[in-house]
């Protein structure tokens, strides 16, 4: 007999619970601004990215913390497109397992 395929979660519910919260926030912040939502988490994850290469190119270990925030955007981003956080880290776990050893191979 085979085993049910149990459902892999890469977020567990509560924190998953708080991305949705915190996007919901975002996005009535962003409607008062009169601000298009997707195109002000895109602005926000290159301020971020600028803001991280700064910080890492000083050995200012707060990039650390922008890193996670730019996570919670990226977050934000696929909440924001109607897609399951945890279906696409699945996904790009698979791709990146694939592709990597291929990569490695050919070196």
Do not use: W
Not at 9 to 23: D, E, F, G, P, W
Not at 50 to 77: A, M, P, Q, W
Not at 79 to 100: A, D, G, Q
């Amino acid at each position: 007999k085979q085993m049910a395929k149990m459902k892999e979660n890469v977020l567990q519910k509560k924190s998953l619970a708080r991305i949705k919260n915190i996007h919901k926030l975002s996005r009535i912040y962003n409607k008062r601004l009169k601000n298009n939502h997707k195109k002000r988490l895109l602005e926000l994850m290159r301020e971020h990215i600028e803001e991280i290469t700064k910080l890492s190119n000083k050995n200012n270990r707060h990039y650390l913390t922008e890193t996670g925030d730019l996570v919670i955007l990226c977050f934000e981003l696929l909440l924001e497109n109607n897609v399951s956080i945890n279906k696409v880290l699945l996904k790009c776990f698979k791709r990146y397992e694939t592709k990597l050893p291929k990569l490695i191979k050919e070196r």
